[in-house]
């Protein structure tokens, strides 16, 4: 990496960037909390009626499938066409992916129109990658069984891929790296994959690679994490202890307490 | 009662079965964090597109109306027809069932889908057995008032209801019982009632008996409730306590701290 | 003002008013939760088949087009055409309201139907006083510097405008005062300005003078979050103790600890 995850973090929160963050409901509150808390300015406007035009004047967005349905994919794919046409980031959260046949064909469909990030779950990520899939929301496959789907949709898309869970895996088909640290607590608190998506978008506006961008996002939010989950008493007490620590994190403890090794 | 609150709790964790939740914009995440807490795993897919085919997949559906719209009832529609297709038990929360004519007819036509369970507070169940109900969201009316309009219900419709506030009550029509335990902090913090029918979807996922895991239910967040209030000081740290409680919470702590009566 | 804010705050908790409130998705739980936690009583209800007739049940109405579509602006409308026949008060929220094309036609719609009351940040005040607007959700321009647009729009409208920031500014035209209270840290949690929408609702349902209301719920807001400021780490923690604040806030502490100035 040519930036360090703490200076990146530093350059991010400098540059404030706007996010269009069109995600599930369960997730909306969440994440804007997660990218004020972290020091960007989140959006969440998602109607095909203006989403496009607001991708232009926002620095990154991000599209998680969440929640969807027919209406919210034409403000998503508003959107995208928006970003594109502006040469913004784009980052795909595609949440559940193969569950059902519909879901299925939106994710088909997003794919398609060149995501800059693809950040899911392990099953999400080979379910994309066309290696299987889960039942729900949760994950059913490690990170390491996901490994070389990862990099095969990564090197044929064209994109970074990153497969998150309690070792995370970066890979833009020819560079890789594994992320670990965070907290078991942090799959309890619910929609908070759902966050780091927005968080990506928020790096992924202020790095240019982003393939560093997402290591960034990724190291910032498990630092975030193992500082949280020091005083937590539960994933109640987590939830807002991590809100608090992404806002009190400098870079030297984003640099020093999360491993990121090649891989 | 064939199996305790505190030995259903274990069973439900163990299971860990997946919940496929249509609930209002406004419970949304507390219900997923409600569900991941206490050790289930929820999905809140709703679309007409797609919520018929997940209600096979998932192990219990719970239907909210708080914040419906027609797009939203055909979503429920489809998800009910999908559930009770392959066998699996649905749960109805009635939100201020009475407060338009629009919410009458919705409701109407959802109670005629054979709900497995229907939980609402004392308004809600007085309004679906034909006997009033309240102005907004908030019950207008004591559970004690209930009781007659609750068994008339259950018993017409057969299935479970559950009328909950200070004290609850369930029936099926024949048997009765009430559950006093809680916190006079739970009405404080919103859609935590919304919650509770997606814990009891989550219950009854895993114990055969609707009956029993509706108690099961009622009684393990009660006893959550009592746990979160020891130290809290207002809604907001309530709830946060709240969902540390659920996930400490032991068997010995549900059967022992709630007082679970015939009625 | 011929009300106290404190005393206004009294009076609106044993008034206890039941306010529809129509927001963005961000907002929803923060919003019902704030107010809960101040006395008030919330519903969210805000489909065109019953937003209309549900907006004479309750004592006021809020409309927030923070995520805004065509659907809902339909149920915004309904909404307010009930409560103007019924003569209930209705407040109206501007959020990002220069930022797209249609947002800006949404707000020329809105604004047209007579809002008792205007809240916004600086940039959107300016952005319906027809002198400019931010780039996002977030204000790009001081309170100070949308004073002036404030007055000559509470006197175009014949409305109340209220444009908040570190300082707020009231005025209805005629009477104007700065409000100077509150937390740095309140910026850095998401919606609560839509909260406090939702709130200067709650207290025009029960104080006669919507100007007097106005500055009774903001000086409330800011009370509450000096109290919740005094103990925060971060904006995790003030979240939580916001709500705490607010449901323990008594009506000297408000009436003492904001300072309320004539402009």
Partial sequence: MTTS???????????????????NYVAMN??????????????????????GEFAAIAGALTVNIGTVSPAWVEGMVGAIDGALAAGRPWVLDPVAASATTYRRAVTGRLIDLAPTVVRGNASEILAL????????????????????????????????????????????????????GGSPLMPRVTALGCALTCLVGAFAATVPDPFDATVAALTTFAAAGELAAQDADGPGSFGWRFLDALAALGAKAVDTSVLVTPA
């Fill in 129 to 180: 990658a066309g290696g299987g899939g889960g039942r729900g929301v949760d994950a059913t496959d490690s990170v390491a069984a996901a490994e070389a789907g990862a990099r095969a949709l990564a090197a044929e898309r064209g994109c970074v891929v990153a497969a998150t869970g309690a070792v995370d895996f970066v890979t833009d088909g020819v560079r890789a790296v594994r992320i670990a």
């Fill in 30 to 51: 969440v994440a804007a909390n997660t990218l004020l808390a972290a020091g960007a300015s989140p959006a969440m406007i998602h109607a095909a009626e203006e989403s």
């Fill in 5 to 23: 995850p703490g200076a990146a973090l530093v350059a991010m929160r400098a540059a404030n960037p706007l996010v269009q963050c069109i995600t």
